[in-house]
């Protein structure tokens, strides 16, 4: 987002507006014009030099500058997340599109239009906090909603699902998956012995591992993917009433995603490229925006499904409860200090408002534990909701007291009940209840035994039906996530017995697995389920329009500069982002005229852009056709499916990249998002034409195709 500078947000008007804005203004520190002091304040005329005895003598103990600044930069690491360690946050608001008073009393899903502010932070799972954005994996959706009733935090991911049922189960599934003990690797991949061992040990993964190996797993953009609550929930209303509920974000730029080569290509040339993506998407003011919606489940209806609502290795089929919409988000603001807001931010999914209540689900009962026991070891004691981040914009009294790192001065009693002082402060009921959070009163009665219900022992309709849903395209993609993870086990058993799991899911995706890893097809499983959900596949979700898209064109001297003119003006219009990339920075030269390079070839890539075009002119496409970069930059995009485009001349250079001829010349070119055009077809039906290729985003039945 190149060009972004000139329409930039005004920032400071965005804050005031902004309840938690008003607030985190008094906790940043921006010394423009002030001199350089110690902690204490002291000031200091030399940060260059340490103080030592005689020019080239022994540096001196008693200098307290030199010490307290090599101190505090000796503490200055945390411990990184023990999982979804690797991520990237943003500041925005929420708003309902009603009121929801009908199912919850929550405060800020009340009024239509009223917005609450909001931290979201988006995350890779298995990486360290250094590793690539586009790994495979799933992506953390965790939103902090700084509500009037206090903060609730809504911690989700990006598939609606999730690897086990019980969180006990929880240590053994991230051991499995995270780096192997012994030599730390692989970074950033479920690809390995552990995880598929586990997996193929514990069948209740299989539905989360169609998900994972689908293209949810390595999206193109933060900004294009959806959010899930996963679990069951509760809504509680003010009189007690309950009903269950599933919370989805819907990305209003359409779900799309990379394709597997791309992501690992892209792991080198961009390691932060979802990262950049949001952080400049909201620097040029195209700020992220999210549909929130629920399903809704009445009490009654508990036992109305053929799966656990309680079992997060299960969806509710949209076609059996649709989602409703009822409100939107929008991420408006980047943090102004990664670690002391994106890496400080504390999330926990005990953190719930009046109006919102949890489930018995046995996954989220444990992450009800586990949030806040890490934040003490990951932000080093109690205080963490002190931090400037984390603090609620409702008004904080209690009796906690002291900790590491306490910011707060206490005057008074510390204990209830109490008269000295005053009495405060007093339980909330006392003065009418408003706002005040009370348990879903649920009847539980039971013996303590450890056992898993029987209602939750179907791992495999699920990971059916997610199957059964996918256009032909998207199994092709899953058959070959499988056969590369599968084909990086070492283990034989361990490949075997995972391809025999798969039978219980598809016959064919079984044998088409294990054929890749040259193994006999498993034996065929007897009623596998047929039943299929169109709300599932990606094909359904594309959206509309072509906001973002970046859109490379490939210049050299003697390009048709008033071609670029009308492309860029046709897809700028309506939100794209064009960029001339040349050989070298500078300018080319284009009749009289010259055209500005936004970046050299050198510095970028294919897989930095969403699709490319080539104008005409002969002698720059002669150039273009003897420089290996382009001429890769075009097959590149080729044969990950994006739309390109050639006019005149420029013809040649695909032709050069190795594009089917029978595709390039043929007349369905356009069906496989290849647009050529020459003297008879105007630039602007061209650009028509690969304006609507854009939103399509991907071409996955062209041949020649590397995924
Ligand atoms: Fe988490 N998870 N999780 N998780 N999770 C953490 O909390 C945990 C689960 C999710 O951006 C940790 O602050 C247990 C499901 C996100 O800061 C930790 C279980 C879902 C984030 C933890 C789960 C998630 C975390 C590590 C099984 C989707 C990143 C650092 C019962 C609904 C939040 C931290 C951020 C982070 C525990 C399963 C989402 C250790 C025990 C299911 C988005 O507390």
């Known amino acids: 987002m190149s060009a972004s500078s000139s329409h930039r947000p005004d920032r400071d008007a965005l804050a005031r507006e902004d309840a938690k804005d008003r607030q985190l203004a008094q906790f940043r520190a921006a010394p423009e014009h002030d001199a350089l002091t110690t902690d204490q304040g002291v000031r200091v005329d030399d940060t260059d030099n340490a103080l030592r005895a005689g020019e080239r003598g022994p540096t001196l103990l008693e200098d307290f500058h030199n010490r307290e600044k090599l101190t505090h930069f000796d503490h200055e690491r945390i411990p990184e997340r023990v999982v979804h360690a690797r991520g990237s946050g943003a500041y925005g608001y929420f708003e309902p599109y009603a009121s929801l008073a009908e199912y919850t009393c929550a405060d800020f899903l009340a009024e239509a239009g009223r917005r609450t502010p909001v931290f979201v932070r988006f995350s890779t799972v298995q990486g360290p906090r250094g590793s690539a954005d586009t790994v495979r994996d799933v992506r953390g959706f965790a939103t902090k909603f700084y509500t009037r009733q206090g903060n609730y935090d809504l911690v ?42 586990f997996c193929s040990l514990q069948p209740e993964t299989t539905h989360m591992l169609m998900w994972l190996m689908s293209d949810r797993a390595i999206p193109r953009s933060f900004r294009m993917m959806q959010g899930f609550g996963v679990h069951t929930f509760r809504f509680v209303t003010a009189d007690g009433r309950g009903t269950f509920v599933k919370f989805h974000w819907k990305p209003v730029l359409g779900v799309h995603s990379l394709v597997w080569d791309e992501a690992q290509i892209t792991a080198g040339r961009d390691p932060d490229f979802n990262r950049r993506d949001l952080w400049e998407s909201i620097e040029a003011g195209e700020y992220p925006e999210w549909e929130l919606g629920v399903q809704l489940v009445p009490e009654e209806d508990e036992f109305s499904f053929d799966f656990d609502l309680l079992d997060a290795t299960k969806i509710i089929p949209e076609e059996q409860v649709p989602v409703r919409p009822v409100g939107r988000m929008v991420l408006n603001r980047n943090p102004q200090n990664f670690f002391a807001e994106t890496e400080q931010v504390a999330f926990h999914t005990a953190n719930v408002v009046p109006g919102i209540d949890f489930t018995n689900d046995p996954l989220l009962q444990g992450r009800n534990f586990s949030y806040l026991d890490t934040q003490l070891i990951r932000l080093g004691g109690p205080n963490f909701s002190q931090l400037p981040v984390n603090r609620p914009v409702a008004d904080v009294h209690h009796n906690h007291r002291d900790g590491y790192g306490q910011q707060v001065i206490h005057p008074g009693t510390n204990y209830f009940p109490n008269s000295l002082g005053g009495g405060c402060p007093a339980h909330a009921g006392a003065g009418g209840g408003a706002g005040v959070f009370r348990h879903y009163a649920q009847r539980v009665e039971g013996e303590k035994i450890r056992v898993r219900s029987e209602s939750f022992q179907d791992h495999y309709s699920q990971a059916a039906l997610f199957w059964n849903s996918m256009a032909d395209w998207e199994r092709r993609h899953i058959v070959e996530a499988f056969r590369f993870e599968l084909g990086k086990v070492a283990s034989a058993a361990v490949r075997e017995r995972m391809t025999g799991n798969l039978a219980n899911v598809n016959a064919e995706l079984a044998a088409k697995v294990a054929e890749g890893l040259g193994l006999p097809a498993p034996g065929t499983v007897a009623d596998v389920p047929t039943a299929a959900s169109p709300a599932l596949s990606m094909e359904n979700l594309a959206g509309e329009g072509i906001r973002t898209r970046k ?104 032709t050069a990249a190795r594009l089917p001829e029978e595709v390039v010349f043929g007349s369905s070119a356009p069906d496989y998002g290849v647009f050529t055009a020459n003297g008879s077809t105007s630039v602007t039906d061209l650009a028509d034409a690969f304006a609507e290729a854009l939103a399509r985003h991907r071409f996955p039945h062209r041949p020649g195709l590397l995924t």
């Open 156 to 197: 989700g991911n990006n598939m609606p699902v999730f690897f086990i049922q019980d969180a006990i189960k929880f240590p053994d599934f991230v051991h499995a998956v995270k780096m192997e003990p012994q030599h730390e690797m692989p970074t950033g991949a479920s690809a390995h012995d552990t995880f598929w061992d």
């Open 551 to 654: 859109v490379a064109v490939l210049a050299a001297d003697g390009t048709d500069a008033g071609q670029i003119g009308a492309v860029r003006g046709r897809l700028a219009a309506e939100g794209a982002i064009v960029e001339v990339l040349a050989a070298k920075e500078g300018t080319v030269a284009a009749g009289g005229d010259r055209v500005d390079v936004d970046r050299a070839l050198p510095t970028t890539a294919s897989v930095l852009h969403d699709a490319v075009l080539v104008p005409d002119g002969a002698e720059a496409v002669s150039v273009l056709a003897a420089d290996p970069a382009a001429v890769r930059f075009v097959e590149e995009a080729y044969r990950h499916g994006k739309p390109v485009a050639a006019l005149g001349e420029g013809t040649r250079l695909l």
